[in-house]
């Protein structure tokens, strides 16, 4: 129980496009998925909280018109880094929550999506 | 001071050995404590949570807290090459969605 999925898994893009990821909650709904970024040799980064149905909650110095997050369903969120250019290269990871969940706060995570921008 | 304190290492320990992870954590109105597995390259892996004072133990791990100390910690008995990788602590305030992580320790075990 409790998976994760992300889609793609990697990416190769063009300086200037837009990429979007998914983030799906398998067996489980998930009022509540979070994104991380992960440099390499670094620890994750949070940049944002997504719940469902309502806008994220950004962290500080992360840019929300960069990335956009929608969380439109209990089991999806998606993540799309718009006009990418090679500094936003990186592995970027979502995680769930389980709903109903404010407690605990056990967060299951998705593989990740490793972003190479050109 | 970081809020998630972990020693980076690596730690080396040879296959068989206990191998002690320690993490320490600023937030004294902290609730939730989770150790991460992460493979180089790959996504953090949920391997224990612990919420009250104590150890608790699953298999080969024992994850133990002392709140009063501010120090939460991972035991990973009778260590194996395929346990290195590196541990990420978490810790999350009951009133906040987030959690808040440590850089991590990498962990070596050597045949």
């Known amino acids: 129980g409790a998976v994760v999925s992300q889609h793609p898994s990697w990416v190769i893009c063009k300086s200037g496009t837009s990429v979007k990821i998914e983030c799906r909650s398998l067996d489980f709904q998930a009022t509540t998925m979070f994104w991380y970024r992960q440099f390499p040799k670094q620890s994750l980064m949070l940049m944002a909280t997504s719940n469902e149905g309502s806008k994220a909650t950004y962290e500080q110095g992360v840019e929300k018109d960069k990335f956009l997050i929608n969380h439109a369903s209990l089991t999806l969120s998606t993540l799309t880094v718009t006009s990418a250019h090679p500094e936003d290269s990186s592995f970027y990871i979502c995680?769930?929550?389980?709903?109903?969940?404010?407690?605990?706060?056990?967060?299951?995570f998705g593989p990740g999506t490793r972003l190479t921008v050109l | 001071q970081k809020e998630v304190e972990q020693n980076s290492g690596p730690l080396s320990v040879p296959e068989g050995a206990i191998a002690s992870l320690n993490c320490t954590y600023s937030?004294?109105?902290?609730?939730?404590f989770f150790w991460y597995r992460q493979y180089s390259g790959k996504s953090p892996e949920l391997i224990m949570s612990i919420y009250s004072n104590g150890d608790k133990e699953d298999g080969r791990f024992t994850a133990q807290l002392n709140k009063a100390s501010q120090y939460v910690s991972l035991l990973i008995r009778d260590s194996q090459p395929s346990d290195s990788a590196t541990y990420l602590c978490?810790?999350?305030?009951?009133?906040?969605?987030?959690?808040?992580f440590g850089a991590g320790t990498r962990l070596a075990v050597h045949p």
């Open positions: 995680s769930a929550r389980l709903a109903g969940d404010n407690i605990y706060n056990e967060q299951f």
């Open positions: 937030d004294r109105g902290s609730q939730s």
């Open positions: 978490a810790v999350s305030n009951g009133g906040y969605n987030k959690l808040i």
